[in-house]
């Protein structure tokens, strides 16, 4: 696409909507108020080929209020239907609408140079639309990754990455990340922007790849091509068969509320359903099963005659009933009637043999147990079978091996359980002993045989490739000591997904504690301080200390446990990964949670302990704020709201009351600074996990004279004013 048609293509909704009171063509609806409506009286029913039914409509007077009008103009020549924005409408359904798409692009010559910057925009702000969570958004390109934010009323931000050397690595119709990526967006979106960026400027592709593609567009309508590379007709082609759906509702009200209102819409016929957007509101009227018709105007909702198509057997009469029909056959013939059921089957006269009848019935009571009892034996022969299966694909001849290798060097066995203990331990894994789940597993509360209460996890399902890697990390783990580490006791491998047998730890998640018991006496600030220098030591260890580096790769206060003395526990090992003795980094799959995930290695892949130590940064913000690393409320990242306070001057305003109130200057103050360190955006800047758990160790061991501390009391209430900035400045160092 040159630049001429692209500067035509982003004014084309502009031209439109500039122009939609020019001459227009459309289809007006003349019928009698008693025939089906679609919409008023005397009101257009289409633009060109697509319907306009109420509450839309082409002229001010005939839509239910100005924001559902439809502009149909005739400046492109064939007439064509437009929102109020200036978006081409495809098509109107009962709740959603239709419009064309728009394609964020990136093109690069055979040198690296940009040929092509095309973002894409939507702003639907102040309209009754919101984006459907049917929509896909998707990247296509081999050298890129695409970001799609909402900038106004609901700000979000989420992303693809695709990656492929070879042409021969894609596949037709996958979007797994290897040339094509998608992924969701939340509810309620009402605007927002796509920016397509390459990695390496398509220098390595070119020959097969010289552009990346961005969009979201209804997930069905795309079906991916190995040939959509070179094809050069691959965005207007997207733009006309991957239109966007879009959500639409009547006003802002529940049905409750708006039932109740002078300006309800529905029709008494209808029935009213609250629009599912995030809390939005406004609601859509809807017809009945078995009734068609608009659900907002005069006839309303009208009986379908179920009998004009036929449903029921050549030898049975059909009954039209309203909102349903009822099929019953002729006399001479039994069965529900219908074509797709049993029909109409002809009756024949019976005789009953009584004789006959019970030794049919006795014969078939003795073969039905003989039966019984021969699948048992098989079923329990094919489970047996099935289990020994599922040991050694899980690599359970390898894990023996590992064990005694072990036990020769007197290390520390690992216990290998067997389906039934585990089975027997969690009462055939009940719902009530559930303790949590996540994206590696669901974690159960045991009890085994003698008395011991473990914390047992079915892990997701391995692949075959990553058993021997599963085996190393289970036998690596299960040596791990450390008095803040959660223990790993052994394995089930007689299942299709592994199952790993943890240390139970009975005072919930650090997660838990923060945000919902944080008024708990014990919660002090030192011992905050103190649960973040236990957790920081367990990390610095599996970094450096282990026998083989452990990167965690999902830490978070939620994996963070605390025992019955308020000990920390690092926990979840799911997403962790062993590094090569050889090796400071791995590239792997991108895996973490949102709002603790270390920005360069979502970017590069490239996973190194300063990734955890990014992490932790965001857990040691938590402690001091009170605040979640993403707020459900006004979706704000703490890790960036963290650190603009503290630029701001406005530390003081953003602890947590009980926070203030118990640190020191001196400590706030260096742990601020240290979470600055732990955030900085490039990895090679941050502290290792030994420098964050050594720096911690002395600010706790920080001491004040009792004359100091009436002071520091008195300087924490004036801490609180409002409208007053913080008494001193975070240093500007780690910017």
């Given at each position: 696409m040159d630049t001429l048609t692209t500067l035509l293509y982003l004014l084309y909704p502009l031209v439109a909507l500039l122009c939609a009171s020019s001459d227009t063509i459309y289809t007006t609806n003349a019928s009698t108020p008693t025939a089906a409506a679609t919409a008023k009286l005397g009101c257009a029913t289409k633009c060109g080929d697509i319907t306009i039914p109420y509450p839309f409509g082409i002229e001010k007077e005939c839509s239910i209020d100005p924001s559902f009008q439809i502009n149909c103009t005739t400046i492109f020549g064939k007439p064509k239907p437009f929102i109020a924005k200036g978006y081409e409408v495809t098509n109107i359904s009962d709740n959603h609408l239709y419009i064309k798409n728009h394609i964020a692009s990136g093109c690069y010559d055979n040198t690296g140079k940009s040929t092509l910057e095309d973002?894409?925009?939507?702003?639907?702000?102040?309209?009754?639309?919101?984006?459907?969570?049917?929509?896909k958004f998707t990247l296509v390109g081999c050298d890129d990754s695409a970001i799609i934010l909402g900038v106004k009323d609901k700000n979000f931000t989420t992303g693809c990455i695709a990656i492929c050397s070879k042409s021969e690595n894609l596949v037709d119709g996958s979007c797994d990340g290897i040339g094509c990526c998608q992924t969701n967006i939340p509810k309620g979106v009402t605007n927002f922007v796509i920016v397509v960026e390459s990695l390496r400027k398509h220098v390595p592709v070119w020959s097969f790849n010289p552009c990346g593609y961005a969009f979201l567009g209804q997930q069905d309508k795309f079906k991916f091509k190995k040939s959509d590379f070179l094809d050069p007709l691959f965005v207007n082609r997207t733009i006309e068969n991957v239109p966007v759906e879009l959500d639409w509702a009547i006003g802002t009200k529940h049905c409750v509320e708006a039932q109740s209102s002078d300006d309800y819409a529905c029709h008494p016929t209808s029935y009213c359903l609250d629009a599912d957007n995030n809390g939005i509101g406004g609601y859509n009227c809807i017809c009945p099963d078995g009734y068609q018709g608009n659900p907002y105007i005069d006839p309303g909702c009208q009986d379908i005659n179920e009998c004009e198509d036929s449903p029921c057997d050549p030898n049975g009469n059909c009954i039209n009933l309203p909102g349903t029909f009822n099929c019953t056959c002729q006399n001479g013939y039994a069965g529900d009637g219908?074509?797709?059921?049993?029909?109409?089957?002809?009756?024949?006269?019976?005789?009953?043999?009584?004789?006959?009848?019970?030794?049919?019935?006795?014969?078939?009571?003795?073969?039905?147990?003989?039966?019984?009892?021969?699948?048992f034996i098989i079923q329990q022969?094919?489970?047996?079978?099935?289990?020994?299966?599922?040991?050694?694909?899980?690599?359970?001849?390898?894990?023996?091996?590992?064990?005694?290798?072990?036990?020769?060097?007197?290390?520390?066995?690992?216990?290998?359980?067997?389906?039934?203990?585990?089975?027997?331990?969690?009462?055939?894994?009940?719902?009530?002993?559930?303790?949590?789940?996540?994206?590696?597993?669901?974690?159960?509360?045991?009890?085994?045989?003698?008395?011991?209460?473990?914390?047992?996890?079915?892990?997701?399902?391995?692949?075959?490739?990553?058993?021997?890697?599963?085996?190393?990390?289970v036998t690596i783990l299960t040596q791990i000591n450390h008095r803040n580490v959660v223990k790993l006791f052994g394995c089930c491998l007689e299942t299709e997904s592994p199952i790993l047998v943890y240390e139970y730890i009975s005072n919930g998640t650090l997660c838990d504690h923060i945000h919902n018991n944080s008024e708990q006496p014990w919660l002090s600030w030192p011992n905050r301080l103190r649960i973040a220098t236990e957790a920081a030591n367990a990390l610095a260890y599996l970094h450096s200390a282990a026998s083989l580096p452990i990167f965690h790769r999902d830490v978070k206060s939620a994996n963070i446990l605390l025992d019955e003395f308020h000990t920390a526990k690092i926990a979840d090992f799911g997403s962790s990964r062993l590094l090569p003795a050889d090796e400071t980094q791995v590239l792997t799959q991108v895996l973490g949670t949102l709002g603790y995930m270390d920005p360069e290695y979502f970017i590069t892949q490239?996973?190194?302990?300063?990734?955890?130590?990014?992490?932790?940064?965001?857990?040691?913000?938590?402690?001091?704020?009170?605040?979640?690393?993403?707020?459900?409320?006004?979706?704000?990242?703490?890790?960036?709201?963290?650190?603009?306070?503290?630029?701001?001057?406005?530390?003081?305003?953003?602890?947590?009351?009980?926070?203030?109130?118990?640190?020191s200057l001196e400590q706030l103050q260096g742990v601020a600074e240290l979470v600055l360190r732990c955030l900085n955006l490039s990895g090679e800047r941050r502290p290792t996990m030994r420098e964050v758990a050594l720096e911690l160790e002395r600010l706790r061991n920080l001491h004040m004279h009792p004359q100091i501390h009436e002071e520091q009391e008195a300087s924490n209430s004036a801490r609180l004013a409002p409208d007053e900035s913080d008494l001193y400045m975070i240093s500007q160092k780690f910017d």
């Amino acid at each position: 696409m040159d630049t001429l048609t692209t500067l035509l293509y982003l004014l084309y909704p502009l031209v439109a909507l500039l122009c939609a009171s020019s001459d227009t063509i459309y289809t007006t609806n003349a019928s009698t108020p008693t025939a089906a409506a679609t919409a008023k009286l005397g009101c257009a029913t289409k633009c060109g080929d697509i319907t306009i039914p109420y509450p839309f409509g082409i002229e001010k007077e005939c839509s239910i209020d100005p924001s559902f009008q439809i502009n149909c103009t005739t400046i492109f020549g064939k007439p064509k239907p437009f929102i109020a924005k200036g978006y081409e409408v495809t098509n109107i359904s009962d709740n959603h609408l239709y419009i064309k798409n728009h394609i964020a692009s990136g093109c690069y010559d055979n040198t690296g140079k940009s040929t092509l910057e095309d973002p894409a925009i939507f702003d639907l702000l102040s309209t009754p639309y919101t984006f459907s969570i049917a929509n896909k958004f998707t990247l296509v390109g081999c050298d890129d990754s695409a970001i799609i934010l909402g900038v106004k009323d609901k700000n979000f931000t989420t992303g693809c990455i695709a990656i492929c050397s070879k042409s021969e690595n894609l596949v037709d119709g996958s979007c797994d990340g290897i040339g094509c990526c998608q992924t969701n967006i939340p509810k309620g979106v009402t605007n927002f922007v796509i920016v397509v960026e390459s990695l390496r400027k398509h220098v390595p592709v070119w020959s097969f790849n010289p552009c990346g593609y961005a969009f979201l567009g209804q997930q069905d309508k795309f079906k991916f091509k190995k040939s959509d590379f070179l094809d050069p007709l691959f965005v207007n082609r997207t733009i006309e068969n991957v239109p966007v759906e879009l959500d639409w509702a009547i006003g802002t009200k529940h049905c409750v509320e708006a039932q109740s209102s002078d300006d309800y819409a529905c029709h008494p016929t209808s029935y009213c359903l609250d629009a599912d957007n995030n809390g939005i509101g406004g609601y859509n009227c809807i017809c009945p099963d078995g009734y068609q018709g608009n659900p907002y105007i005069d006839p309303g909702c009208q009986d379908i005659n179920e009998c004009e198509d036929s449903p029921c057997d050549p030898n049975g009469n059909c009954i039209n009933l309203p909102g349903t029909f009822n099929c019953t056959c002729q006399n001479g013939y039994a069965g529900d009637g219908k074509k797709g059921g049993q029909g109409c089957v002809q009756q024949k006269s019976e005789f009953p043999v009584l004789k006959l009848s019970l030794g049919l019935g006795f014969g078939l009571l003795f073969l039905i147990v003989s039966v019984s009892w021969l699948y048992f034996i098989i079923q329990q022969r094919k489970l047996k079978q099935q289990r020994q299966k599922f040991f050694e694909q899980n690599g359970g001849l390898l894990l023996k091996q590992q064990l005694k290798s072990n036990e020769s060097v007197g290390g520390q066995s690992t216990r290998i359980f067997t389906y039934e203990e585990l089975k027997k331990a969690t009462n055939n894994y009940a719902k009530n002993r559930i303790l949590g789940k996540g994206g590696n597993g669901v974690v159960y509360k045991g009890t085994l045989q003698d008395k011991h209460v473990v914390a047992i996890k079915k892990s997701l399902r391995i692949e075959k490739d990553d058993i021997e890697s599963f085996i190393n990390e289970v036998t690596i783990l299960t040596q791990i000591n450390h008095r803040n580490v959660v223990k790993l006791f052994g394995c089930c491998l007689e299942t299709e997904s592994p199952i790993l047998v943890y240390e139970y730890i009975s005072n919930g998640t650090l997660c838990d504690h923060i945000h919902n018991n944080s008024e708990q006496p014990w919660l002090s600030w030192p011992n905050r301080l103190r649960i973040a220098t236990e957790a920081a030591n367990a990390l610095a260890y599996l970094h450096s200390a282990a026998s083989l580096p452990i990167f965690h790769r999902d830490v978070k206060s939620a994996n963070i446990l605390l025992d019955e003395f308020h000990t920390a526990k690092i926990a979840d090992f799911g997403s962790s990964r062993l590094l090569p003795a050889d090796e400071t980094q791995v590239l792997t799959q991108v895996l973490g949670t949102l709002g603790y995930m270390d920005p360069e290695y979502f970017i590069t892949q490239q996973l190194t302990g300063k990734s955890d130590v990014y992490s932790f940064g965001v857990v040691i913000a938590e402690l001091m704020t009170g605040r979640k690393a993403i707020s459900n409320e006004d979706d704000k990242n703490l890790a960036t709201f963290f650190i603009t306070s503290v630029k701001a001057n406005k530390l003081f305003q953003i602890l947590e009351p009980r926070v203030l109130r118990e640190g020191s200057l001196e400590q706030l103050q260096g742990v601020a600074e240290l979470v600055l360190r732990c955030l900085n955006l490039s990895g090679e800047r941050r502290p290792t996990m030994r420098e964050v758990a050594l720096e911690l160790e002395r600010l706790r061991n920080l001491h004040m004279h009792p004359q100091i501390h009436e002071e520091q009391e008195a300087s924490n209430s004036a801490r609180l004013a409002p409208d007053e900035s913080d008494l001193y400045m975070i240093s500007q160092k780690f910017d």
